[in-house]
């Protein structure tokens, strides 16, 4: 058998969305994108949606509508996707790693405190696989130290912890619409406040730094757009906004479907002793369904589910273990050492509403054969 590490949702009704803006006047950034936009701030609770052509230029359009820039320091989490850090590097700033929960991946709040300096200008929490960081904690930590929050939300469009949703604690909410998201266009991402100012700013610099959109130049008489300041081609276009909207209508069917594949796994992975699941705090959006072995056996254990025809990925290595930042920061492993250890101990299975059950049990099946 063969079982896909991932297979997308996109229906025949996504693609005639499509099809329209294809026989329409607007492809680019116009009233279709506007209206994902609008969609999207009400299932997030956010007040304002800026989408973009990538969860990257999400954060990185962020960190500078934050004011955030060379000589600044952010702190963030090694055991994440590397966008989160070069997005900080992008922007001018330097990332500082704090090492993570043993139990979750996640970002270990408690450390954080020890890490700021005077140059610390922002803290970026990443909500790995789908559990949300102590928003609560963190939140106090920032407001006590003047520090924005940048939250990377790639991995939680669904989740909640202590009542709190992504977004509602930080300064903005990055999303990513990529290829194996829970939302996906294939390429796309947004950044969601309710700061009006950042929103504005955003819209800004996703388009040149323009004054006005092709949609806003369109419509009435001619008016001459001005460039307020140096910008980006981040900007997202119908076409990939026509793929996002329906599918927003879907996406708790969706969750529902992952947290009950979630289950069956944790049944059986969860009594392995040979095997550690990521721990759960509140609501997960369960993007990604992540065991830990040991580190010694994890490569063996990924060739063994492949030559069954089982799709695997490892999410993540640990950033600061790889060459570009080895090389440029000069970190060695052992700096941040659960993220290190975790980071060889990672596998990702198969998690996708479309995942059938027998294709779970199946995965069940090569895991205890594999391990």
Not at 24 to 44: M, Q
Not at 118 to 129: D, E, F, G, Q
Request: contains cysteine.
């Amino acid at each position: 058998m063969r079982v896909e590490f991932y297979r997308h949702n996109i229906t025949g009704e996504d693609i005639d969305n499509v099809v329209k803006v294809l026989n329409s006047i607007f492809l680019t950034n116009g009233p279709v994108t506007t209206k994902f936009e609008e969609k999207f701030s009400g299932y997030t609770g956010l007040a304002h949606t800026v989408a973009v052509s990538s969860g990257t230029a999400a954060l990185h359009l962020a960190m500078l509508a934050l004011g955030i820039g060379p000589g600044d320091e952010v702190i963030t989490t090694p055991m994440t996707f590397i966008a989160t850090a070069t997005s900080i590097l992008h922007a001018g700033a330097e990332p500082v790693f704090v090492d993570v929960e043993h139990d979750t991946g996640l970002l270990d709040v408690s450390k954080v405190e020890a890490s700021i300096t005077a140059r610390t200008k922002a803290i970026v929490p990443v909500h790995l696989y789908g559990t949300m960081v102590d928003m609560v904690k963190l939140r106090d930590i920032a407001d006590r130290y003047g520090l924005k929050v940048i939250e990377d939300c790639a991995h939680c469009l669904e989740g909640m912890r202590d009542g709190i949703r992504p977004g509602q604690l930080g300064d903005a909410a990055c999303y990513s619409f990529y290829a194996t998201k829970n939302l996906t266009c294939g390429e796309g991402g947004a950044v969601a406040t309710n700061n009006e100012d950042v929103a504005k700013k955003i819209r800004v610099l996703r388009l040149h730094g323009m004054s006005k959109d092709a949609a806003s130049r369109y419509s009435g008489y001619y008016e001459h757009w001005d460039m307020l300041a140096l910008g980006w081609k981040y900007n997202m276009d119908d076409i990939h906004a026509a793929l996002l909207i329906k599918q927003l209508d879907r996406i708790d069917e969706y969750w529902q479907r992952r947290e009950s594949i979630s289950r069956t796994y944790d049944e059986t992975f969860s009594s392995l002793p040979e095997i550690k699941v990521p721990y759960v705090k509140g609501k997960s959006a369960r993007h990604l369904y992540t065991i830990w072995v040991k580190p010694e056996v994890r490569d063996e254990v990924l060739r063994k589910l492949q030559d069954r025809g089982v799709g695997v990925a490892v999410n993540y290595r640990a950033i600061h273990n790889l060459t570009y930042f080895r090389e440029s920061f000069g970190f060695v492993p052992g700096d941040f050492p659960i993220a290190d250890t975790i980071g060889r101990s990672t596998i990702s299975l198969p998690l996708y509403p479309k995942l059938r059950d027998i294709e779970i049990d199946y995965v069940i099946e090569s895991v205890q054969a594999s391990i």
